[in-house]
């Protein structure tokens, strides 16, 4: 089994900063993609940003330029650095990783989700 486990979500005002992380333990053999995705209530669950195991990035356009995605394979751990909050980025954060138990087995796992509020 695989838990995916985010920290650092918060209350900030607009402008200011958060860094997400999104730690992965369990029986891992390797990770392949991972990202974070974002909820408001009554809105679908979207993409705020992904990452490759090799590094590769990719961003919702509503943050590009603001947020950036990275990972330390070593710690099998996620970061989202977030800079330029506003209002409209509160929402509910999640993790996600397509993770390998073994060399014939993947599973897709979230986190739990935290809670990023930003004030006016």
């Known amino acids: 089994q695989v838990q995916l486990v985010e920290s650092g979500g918060g209350l900030v005002q607009a402008g200011g900063s958060l860094r997400l992380s999104c730690a992965a333990s369990?029986?891992?053999?390797?990770?392949?993609?991972m990202g974070w995705y974002r909820q408001a209530p009554g809105k679908q669950r979207e993409l705020v940003a992904a990452?490759?195991?090799?590094?590769?990035?990719n961003y919702g356009d509503s943050v590009k330029g603001r947020f950036t995605i990275s990972r330390d394979n070593a710690k099998n751990t996620m970061y989202l650095q977030m800079n330029s909050l506003k209002p409209e980025d509160t929402e509910v954060y999640y993790c996600n990783a397509q993770v390998w138990s073994s060399r014939s087995s993947m599973g897709d796992y979230w986190g739990q989700g935290t809670q990023v509020t930003v004030s006016s």
């Open positions: 990452i490759t195991s090799d590094g590769s990035t």
């Open positions: 369990g029986s891992i053999f390797s990770i392949n993609a």
